[in-house]
């Protein structure tokens, strides 16, 4: 809605001071980022000065590109990437396998019931509510057994299993919308269980995959416990890595490396959601809110 | 030898019986539709026709072979629903190929049966759009286009139409027709919609909680419904029911009809034998309003006609026609006269009844008496 009539100047004020707050505390939020970002184009004299909010001087592209490569890491001197890549290894298939779960579950849930679906689907539940540190030795035994423990392996089976509790959720909610005509269609159509799966259901499911991806994303990069309870040396993902670099003993701490790749561990969950966000936000209301 | 054979079948849920032993034979090409008020069983009988819905007890055969533990793709059935139940994802040539596809008929031949059927029903500039491109009507011919193009026995429909405007639907169930009569194919139809009943069927099955009530041509069930429900339920402006006496007068049998003032006098000229027995008692007797007309429409042909003065208490001009509605055994009664016949509420008119149209039926068990 759109008024034509001037606003007196009165009636601004709210507005002013509304936006002025607002103003305030982006400014407050954003400000981690900006020393950031600026820090870490900093040279070590320049840091060392004082200026923390200051804008570099001179522009200086070398932290970045000694925390990729040639930071000391424990006693490899290698940089942040064989960590990051690693973690690129753990998130891909861990985010796609615990989607397809999620995805099948909630269709096998809603489309498929059979006697005592609901007890089912509530424990399942129950595993997105158990804390992490309950499972640590558990699955540090399994991880054992199987062969896998420090390896990137290990680390996406632990992901999937902790993931499937909440892509089911979501995936379940999702599909609870979804007509059952349109199942019952495609079975007089011919169609099998699979088929009516992969060919009807989930390419309409894009809202909700996003969703799902997003939040799988964003868990499994940013996790820390598990990769450092169940990974050391050169196969922790990236995390792992950043808290090794940062808290190392040794030496003067080289405050601009740290940030650098501080922001290369950030960056891809921050992608991820640019590019994504938008469908994010319209996945999560499709659910309760029939479009 | 019957095409469709419903034979007895019964449907429990837990300790519900939700139909209660349906019997039903049609013919190949008959056009059947079950009706009836929300909640009798209409929509159940079908999916489990269609294979949707577990059969607890009875049999189900379609021409001569029993199918009733056969998987719905194994049936040769095809179904169009009430909410069209389009694959979102796939176009309009996808959504009717794709029950083809899954019976592994080649790109070729697929893509020259969409062809004809797109052409049938006016779609061919729609094929590759998607479904929420699609106005309500054009997904409504997708819908059967999907049923259409796999040429199967026999074709359900689910309540297809009740998602429609009312002008696209009076449209839609002309189409329907037209592609019945051309295609000679075998259709069993739910609907509640009395009128698209009478409309379509050559064999409407009249239901009410899970029971069969009348099975029968549109006609039998128009003129000679088996009992008050199926008279009142078939029919609008609905059939007249009005309580009268039975008394035998000499030789003859007539029915006594307490009017506002007086009594009126209808010979009983239907179903004397069985009603003869009710002589000394009450029944009611139901008229359709085109049997209640003025004495200048009243068909005097085939009917037997007797007219009678009585008050008119209010007129209702649908311009067509003109409905007027006087009181007989203390309840309202519609007529419906010749457009223009001069009448005016609070006077006398004349009424003229068809009583070889007058039906009865016993007030208790309510069944017809016959």
Known sequence: MSTTAPI????????????????VFAALFLMPLYVMLTTSFKTLAEIQQGNMLALPEQWTLTPWLEAWGSACIGLDCDGISGYFFNSIKIVIPAVVISALFGAFNGYVLTKWRFRGHKIVFGLILFGCFIPFQIILLPMARVLGVLHIANTTTGLVLVHIVYGIGFTTLFFRNYYETFPNELIRAAMLDGAGFFTIFFRILLPASGPIIVVTVIWQFTNVWNDFLFGVSFTS??????????????????????????????????????????????????????????? | MSFLH??????????????KGIDITIEKGDFLVLVGPSGCGKSTLLNMIAGLDSISEGELRLNGEVISHVHPSQRDIAMVFQSYALYPSMTV???????????????????KAIKNVAQMLQIESL???KPAQLSGG???????????VREPQLFLFDEPLSNLDAKLRVDMRTEIKQLHQRLKATIVYVTHDQIEAMTLATRIAVMRGGELQQLGTPH??????????????????SMNLIEARIEKDGEELVAWVETADDRLKLPVVRDREALGAYAGRRVILGLRPEAITDSRSANHQDGIIYEAALNVEIIEPTGADLYVVTMLGGREVNARMRSGTAVEVGQSAPFAFDVARMVAFDPESEARIR
Do not use: C, H
Request: hydrophobic share 45%.
């Open chain 2, 6 to 19: 419903i034979d007895n079948v019964k449907k429990r849920f837990g300790d519900t019986t939700v139909l």
């Open chain 2, 138 to 148: 054009q997904r409504q011919r997708v819908a059967m286009g999907r049923a259409l």
């Open chain 1, 233 to 291: 040396g050169e196969n922790a993902p990236v995390t792992v890595a950043l808290n090794n670099l940062v808290n190392s003993s040794t030496g003067v701490k080289a405050y601009n490396v740290n940030m650098a790749a501080a922001m290369f561990a950030a960056v891809p969950t921050l992608v991820v959601y640019v590019l994504a966000g938008k469908y994010f936000v319209r996945g999560l209301m499709s659910g309760s809110v029939k479009g």
């Open chain 1, 8 to 23: 007196s100047r009165a009636s601004m004020w709210p507005r002013i001071v509304l936006y002025a707050v607002l103003i």
């Open chain 2, 127 to 129: 094929l590759d759009r």
């Open chain 2, 220 to 237: 039998d069930v128009y003129d000679d419904p088996n009992n008050l429900f199926v008279a009142g339920f078939m029919g609008s402006p």
């Open chain 2, 93 to 111: 040539a996808g959504n009717i190929g794709f029950g083809l596809e899954m019976r592994k008929v080649p790109k070729p031949e697929r893509e």
